[in-house]
């Protein structure tokens, strides 16, 4: 089945004039990055060469995508938006709630029980708003992405940091926050920074044991977890041609993993042909008719450092199979000098377990050239020593590869085949333990390695590595053993040297399956009900946060001082935590647990400034809470790596902390903040980190005249009388300081609503007095570009457009004045009214009844 075919035609109809506009504003050939960017400017967004790296541009997206553990908190904001149906085709995936355990069957039927209110509740709202709803165990949301919905030139936004994944199809996919999800479901422009650009030149060819997974880990090592912040990779040259459209989706995923904003390859014979075997032959047609729109100008490629901010190169011939790890992504050992690394670091040696699959790696050519090393091993007399698991990504890829006996081969040699599902990846892991040392190694070919990331255990050394890397690893359990080279002895005590993996890229016999797991949404989904019970501790329905109080803030406490890496799972972890994803009062138990408090080196242990005493992060924040008192975190670089969960900023808005102030921020984490209403503060002078003290307490002064470009200034009072006074930046534009003085974006968002429809109603007393209707009142024009302005300038300029439309009348009727004044008190009433909702929403948060 092919969705949205329509809108796909469209794009493509309007692609080629809008690139060549683009093309002539820019006097330059285009990368395929730009050329996706530009022919995607929302209508209300002038088309200028934009500063890379610089400016905020507008954009209109395609399509959204949502997976249920971030779901629950974009739905509940598009609740309260107050629109019948999503604006744009959109999707919600259910994947991340289904715990490994036993396996497939028993495992999710499980998770259906245990997870009911929440699958239902986002089965009835995806049913109501006109939202494609994949049911549990359909698969993970990048491979049920890539398999219906992904297609060349596209742009689309997910809430999940892997979203990037579909690049592997030539669109550009970027993850996000719920809010940002919420705004382009209710129709709204979506704001980006305009992307620096890195090309990454592959020459070569794959061979051997080396697989796509080996290039981003590789490239990975090279720009490390925040090299690629704020910018797009797109890869291109002959190697990038000869790769597989599955194997360029894992590339594309695990740029997540250095932060790019999104990463790509151009439209070619591999997508087109996956394109075909994915059911989906009328959108290759389409791209075909496309497709010298659906690459970067050839100029581009034949001189790239002319055209791309940096560029890599990597020989495909030359590169080797590669381990990263344990703890961070880009820790990247060529397969040859890994054993010598594991013996010099005092890594656990003997792993326990290996998992292979996840959106990372379980397309049917992972798991064809994965069987094929289980195959020989089970002729050859080799079992796994370890314990193994396998995660197919779609019930599409399950069917097919038990269909052709591929699952069985693993099964064979021992693997557990478990549900289509997130699982292990993110924690979801019941895992069995048989070995008592604390200190434990595992390897998987999933993308994230953080500590604790899998099984919560920050004992666990957690190594990433590619699917048939893990296959020929779990045959002899010791991370020193080096498939390449080493031999391995079988049940006979004969030494076995494991043959080269051999996979194909698409089933000879065609993909199939039974049931999908779609479920379309109801074409009215008006009478639709969405439950959302008041005692529930899974789901809770939002309370708009306080706006700003219109002062500098005073006598903030530190909450913590982080050291070191601080992604959003040691914010907000996931694992036991994810089933509080809609509950945000009982999520917010887990903020900052995971972080390593700088002063004493533990984790969730932080001091109390009012009692002197030591205990966990949420209960001492809950504390200040309490007692009306604001707080500050303090944070080291790259402050929020990692997923696209805005629970990690929704959490310290919700339990009272006003700032987070660190030296560098991830991309999607800044966003949310930001969104949130939440101050998101870089040192000016990184070496200020050092002054922050255990007992201080600050002042964040310059907030009355908060503008774009111009810093703020942080005072820290020390608690023997002392004082600094350091300058600290943002990158807030003009509408994110809006965000900001509404209380969150979403507020702003209202404020605006609300702003309309008072400007409705004075434009109302003003025609009915006058029986005539003005022509074009301004307060319509004002609806469309509202979310971007500050909502004081939105009242005015609704006045203002008023009482032009009054005076026009006045004169041209002769009304009397008295009527342009009482529609002029019509105005300041309703501008008044705003005010006091705001200060009684304000006043609400303060009491901490609703929030
Ligand atoms: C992840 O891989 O970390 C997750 C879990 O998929 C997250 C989303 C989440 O936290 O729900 C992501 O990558 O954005
Ligand atoms: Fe799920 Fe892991 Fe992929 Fe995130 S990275 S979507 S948790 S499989």
């Known amino acids: 089945m092919v969705f949205d075919i329509d809108m796909i035609k469209a794009l493509y109809a309007a692609m080629p004039g809008r690139i060549s506009k683009a093309r002539k504003m820019a006097g330059k050939p285009l990368t395929l990055s730009e050329k996706i960017l530009y022919a995607h400017l929302h209508t209300d967004q002038k088309l200028e060469n934009f500063g890379r790296g610089e400016s905020y541009v507008d954009f209109a997206p395609d399509r959204v995508a949502m997976q249920d553990a971030t779901a629950q908190m974009a739905l509940l904001q598009f609740m309260s938006a107050g629109k019948a149906q999503v604006a744009v085709p959109s999707t919600v995936h259910c994947d991340h709630l289904i715990t490994a355990k036993n396996g497939a069957g028993e495992d999710l039927a499980f998770a259906k029980n245990e997870n009911k209110e929440v699958f239902d509740f986002l089965g009835s709202v995806s049913n109501k708003y006109g939202i494609g709803f994949w049911k549990p165990g359909a698969g993970i949301i990048h491979q049920v992405i890539l398999e219906n919905y992904a297609f060349p030139g596209g742009l689309m936004i997910g809430t999940d940091s892997h979203t990037v994944n579909a690049g592997g199809l030539g669109m550009i996919a970027i993850g996000v926050g719920g809010a940002d999800a919420c705004d382009v479901m209710a129709g709204l422009a979506w704001e980006l920074k305009m992307p620096k650009l890195i090309g990454v030149n592959l020459i070569g060819k794959l061979s051997g044991w080396t697989s796509s997974k080996d290039i981003i880990l590789k490239v990975a090592g090279i720009l490390t977890v925040k090299g690629g912040t704020n910018a797009i990779l797109e890869y291109f040259g002959p190697g990038a041609d000869s790769l597989s459209c599955t194997g360029k989706g894992t590339i594309c995923n695990m740029g997540a993993e250095i932060g790019a904003t999104t990463s790509l390859f151009c439209y070619d014979q591999k997508m087109a042909e996956y394109l075909k075997g994915t059911n989906r032959a009328d959108v290759a047609a389409e791209a075909d008719k496309v497709a010298a729109h659906l690459r970067g100008d050839k100029e581009v490629y034949e001189s790239p450092s002319n055209y791309f901010d940096e560029v890599i190169e990597i020989n495909l011939s030359e590169l080797e199979p590669h381990i990263n790890g344990p703890f961070t992504p880009d820790l990247a050992w060529p397969i040859s000098k890994f054993a010598q690394a594991v013996k010099d670091n005092g890594w656990p040696r003997y792993f326990e377990v290996g998992l292979i699959g996840s959106c990372t790696n379980s397309s049917y050519e992972d798991i064809t050239r994965s069987a094929s090393i289980a195959r020989f091993a089970i002729k050859k007399k080799l079992k796994a020593k370890t314990e193994f698991t396998i995660t197919p990504g779609s019930e599409m890829v399950r069917y097919t590869t038990q269909r052709d006996g591929l699952l069985q081969e693993f099964e064979k040699i021992g693997g557990l085949i478990l549900a289509n599902a997130c699982g292990p990846c993110i924690g979801q892991w019941a895992r069995h333990r048989k070995n008592t040392e604390p200190k434990n190694s595992i390897l998987t070919s999933y993308n994230r390695n953080f500590a604790k990331r899998n099984d919560g255990d920050p004992n666990t050394h957690s190594f990433v590595a590619s699917p048939e890397i893990v296959t020929a690893m779990v045959l002899s359990g010791d991370l020193c053993f080096n498939p390449l080279t080493d031999s391995l002895k079988n049940e006979n005590g004969e030494d076995i040297k494991l043959e080269e993996p051999q996979g194909i890229e698409m089933p000879l016999k065609g993909f199939a399956v039974k049931d999908a797991g779609f479920q379309a949404p109801a074409k009215d989904g008006s009478s639709v009900n969405v439950i959302v019970s008041p005692s529930s501790d899974r789901l809770q329905l939002l309370a708009p946060f306080a706006a700003w109080e219109g ?301």
Request: positive net charge.
């Open 551 to 851: 002062l500098d803030l005073k006598g903030l406490k530190l909450l913590i001082k982080a050291k070191g890496k601080c992604t959003t799972d040691h914010i907000s972890m996931a694992g036991p935590w994810l089933k509080f994803r809609g509950h945000l009062d009982n999520i917010s138990n887990n903020m900052l647990i995971g972080a390593l408090n700088f002063f004493n080196e533990k984790t969730d242990n932080v001091k109390n400034q009012l009692t002197g005493s030591y205990d966990s992060v949420p209960k001492v924040q809950r504390a200040y809470k309490a007692q009306n008192i604001g707080s500050i975190v303090v944070g080291d670089e790259n402050y929020g790596e990692g997923s696209s969960r805005e629970h990690a900023a929704m959490e310290p808005r919700h339990l009272g902390v006003r700032a987070i102030l660190v030296k560098s921020f991830a991309r999607i984490h800044e966003t949310n903040l930001k969104k949130q209403g939440m101050l998101a503060l870089t040192f000016a002078n990184k070496e200020d980190y050092n002054k922050i003290k255990e007992d201080d307490s600050f002042n964040i002064v310059g907030l009355t005249s908060f503008s774009p470009d111009k810093p703020l200034t942080l005072v820290i009072n020390h608690s023997d009388g002392s004082k600094d006074s350091i300058t600290v930046n943002h990158t807030y534009n003009k509408n994110q300081i809006a965000w900001f003085k509404a209380g969150s974006a979403l507020n702003a968002m209202g404020n605006v609503k609300a702003a309309a429809a008072s400007a409705a109603a004075s434009k109302k007393i003003a025609i009915t007095k006058k029986k005539a209707a003005p022509k074009k009142v301004a307060a319509e024009k004002v609806v469309k570009p509202v979310a971007k302005r500050s909502v004081k300038k939105i009242i005015k300029k609704i006045a203002k457009a008023v009482k032009k439309v009054l005076a026009k009348k006045t004169v041209k009727k002769a009304a009397k004045p008295v009527k342009k004044s009482s529609a002029k008190k019509a105005i300041k009433k309703s501008v008044k009214k705003m005010v006091k909702k705001v200060v009684a929403k304000k006043k609400v948060a303060k009491t901490g009844k609703k929030r």
